[in-house]
């Protein structure tokens, strides 16, 4: 039977997406940049590092979205609470983004609302469809991240990583993705099944759109 939110658990999603899309997000653990200095880079090189770190922006916000909805909808308290831990390390993601495209003089994507609002949609369908999809959903997600951190971080991978010398974009980029290898193997560890193949490809379809107009605008 499908779990039916509360009105305070929807008030409280709401209040949790208006942070997310419009206030600044805070984290318990330290930037993992701090103490890095700011390396000397050119105004394109800048521009794209920039382009870079809005895309994970982006991407934070959704997963944001995507493990609110998961939770109102999840049937397990462990399941749920998994969630909830795992969108409590996104919202510091979320904090080392938003610092990071400040420093280097640039902003938050302007489709970060309707990304939020669409993958909250896609949270509740899998929370819906029961734990074991819920949380094959929520490893898919973090393996496909991780996938897309890295291609950041390599210099083989990727046409375009993060400039070598960003020291401070590279260590926030490797910290959130050893978070995401983490929240996939919890996510497994909990029962999560493997998503058919379209799905998954779906999945890759959309984060492809996500990420190019997020590195833009
Ligand atoms: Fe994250
Ligand atoms: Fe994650």
Redo the contacts with the bound molecule.
Sequence with gaps: MLAIPTPEALITQFDRALRTVFASAQTRRPYPDAGLPEAAMSEAERAHAAGLMRVNHC??VC?QALYAGQALTARNPVAQQALLEAAE??TE?LAWCEKRLDALGSHKSVFNPLWYAGSFGLGVLAGALGDKWNLGFLAETERQ?EGHLDSHLSHLGHINPLPAQDAKSRAVVEQ?KA??IK?AHTAVAHGGAELPLPVRQAMQATSKIMTALAYRI
Excluded: L
């Design positions: 991407g934070e997963a390390e996104e993601h991240v959130m978070d995401e929240h």
